[in-house]
């Protein structure tokens, strides 16, 4: 089992930035992808980042304004957005992969709104 901790959400403004953190801790070992993604209200669930080995994927609706990076001494991913938009707006979720089994946290709420 691997438990996912995300902290970080919160309200700001358009323009502003958030940094949104996911501690895993459990059965951490070959987890891989570790990620975000993220269920507007009414939508979908969607991918916003990734890293997997190193190499990193984002929605093309993100690149640019956020990163995602890894700490692997730590077993956390963060997920640095700036220039946040209102159509940000979301619930965003940890995601990580430990084989076939996939895990998500409980999900963290972004509001960006003036």
């Known amino acids: 089992q691997v438990q996912l901790v995300e902290s970080g959400g919160g309200l700001v403004q358009p323009g502003g930035s958030l940094r949104l953190s996911c501690a895993a801790s459990?059965?951490?070992?070959?987890?891989?992808?570790m990620g975000w993604y993220r269920q507007a209200p009414g939508k979908e669930r969607d991918l916003v980042a990734l890293?997997?080995?190193?190499?990193?994927d984002y929605a093309d609706s993100v690149k640019g304004r956020f990163t995602i990076s890894r700490d692997n001494a730590k077993n956390t991913v963060y997920l640095q957005m700036n220039s946040l938009r209102p159509e940000d707006t979301a619930v965003y979720y940890c995601?990580?992969?430990?084989?076939?089994?996939?895990?998500w946290g409980k999900g963290t709420l972004v509001t960006v709104s003036s």
């Open positions: 459990g059965s951490i070992f070959s987890i891989n992808p």
């Open positions: 995601y990580v992969r430990k084989f076939v089994i996939t895990y």
């Open positions: 890293v997997t080995n190193g190499n990193t």
